[in-house]
């Protein structure tokens, strides 16, 4: 009888040509190899969680022709199979100089058990995803928050849930038991466990290649946007660590990760770069140091802001920002909120956005980062982002010089989320606006949001996002959502 994986195997990309693969076994396996047309791997051990080990090899493998790469996982010359009874996987690697086809994907859960249960076929999008890998392979899946939804952490870990009836100053005076922090180990080893089995995700996991980074529903919904006394507070501190293991080893795969931008030993964050054929690949880690203040601290911005100036001079430039740095205006709720006894209870909800007051000088300073960029490389300049569990498209001009500058936003929310309710779309319309905003004194700096070809200006089905080159040379964006609208947009 094959060896069972208790989770895995989970691809991952860290150049051109190095290829990762993430698994985790039971404790009966030891020393496991990969096996491929590149040879044999031994698999590193890189962590532990639960009753599980963590495992990574690393393939080498030659830029060349287009090809099928299968790979299998044996243990003391038994093969190894996942929860679906598989033992052999593969995956695309494109030609040399072919336009890869990639694809992105957020928000992968549900923030309530009602609308789990009252989804019909949450993975279908994951489905619908292998069909189109089967017809024209996928080279690299970019996922850009939420992967798992903590949500239930409240409710399903006893010492949390016992710990959240007390008062505020107990909260805040409490120190965390070994009880209550192996409670917190083992909720985020079987959220990975239960969600990442499932047939239709695992399948996409072991066969395209993918980039991750984590946003707050991978920890606790509102992660870093509470009050500094309740941010700060031990227990806190307690899940964040807890979420943050699982998270290094499972969608950053390991410390010698070759993307991040710099030792974990030196910095806080997890952003990473890397180049995949003629894309630049920027991935910004907003919850690692976030805060109520504070999205990134000054040393993670010079890491962002060297790798643009030293790294980024050629192609496309893809970033990954979970949460929309164009979207719509939330100040008038955010006022009104603000002269309420109820401000403190709703503020994570509001002070996630990227145009909160405490973040509008950040936001800024992203954006005249990428526009710097962007006028001295030859490429487009896309951000990828999710959180809102709508889909859309926003677009930053400038025509500072006498001449135009884009940078377009593409908004993919969620793959498995459903999007907000006709009566829940209302109130946002109602306390929100999406006029056009000017970004520097001489107004020649703008954002606003756009409608794609095909749709309304805001996508409300779930959905995922594929990039494709055209033989046009734009980039197409297609928004593969449930329902009957097929929208599209070519980025010139």
Known sequence: MANKLLLGPILGLESNILYTIIFVT??????????????????????????????????????GNARDITYSIESNGQSVSDARGESKWSFYVPAE???????????????????????????????????????????LLLM?????????????????????????KQKIKYTPSKRMRD?????????????????AMAKMLSSIPSIMMWDDHDIIDGWGSFPADIQTCDVYKAIFTSAKKLFSLLQIRGDSNKTLLCEQAQRAHFSSFVKFRRFNILTLDN???????????NDHWEDVLTTLDTQCTDGDLLIL??????????????SALDATPWEEELTDDLKDHWRAKEHEGERLKLIMGLLKNAKKRTGKTVILSGDVHLGGLGIIRDERGGSTNNIHQVISSGIVHPAPTYIQWLGILAVTNDDMEYLDETRLVTANMIKPHGSNKYIRNRNFVTLLEGSDSKLWINWICEGKDKPSYPLQ
């Open 321 to 334: 920002s979970a949460v929309p740095v164009v979207y719509r205006d939330f100040s008038f709720a955010e």
């Open 97 to 139: 100089h072919e336009p890869p086809k990639i694809g992105y994907a957020s928000c992968n859960g549900f923030s309530d058990y009602k609308l789990m249960a009252s989804t019909d076929n949450p993975y279908r999008l994951w489905e619908e995803m292998a069909e189109q890998h089967q017809e024209a392979p996928f080279s």
């Open 26 to 63: 039971d404790s009966k396996i030891t020393s496991p190899q990969v096996n491929s047309p590149t040879g044999t791997t031994l698999a590193v051990k890189i962590g532990e969680m639960g009753a599980g080990t963590v495992w990574r090899a690393e393939l080498n493998i030659p830029l």
């Open 183 to 199: 409670q917190l180990d083992r909720f985020y080893v079987d959220l990975y466990l239960d969600r990442w089995n499932k047939p």
């Open 144 to 168: 850009g928050g939420d992967q798992v939804y903590a949500d239930s952490i409240w409710t399903t870990v006893p010492t949390l849930k016992a710990w959240n009836e007390g008062s505020r």
């Open 287 to 297: 919850r690692s140091e976030r805060s109520i203040t504070e999205v990134m601290c």
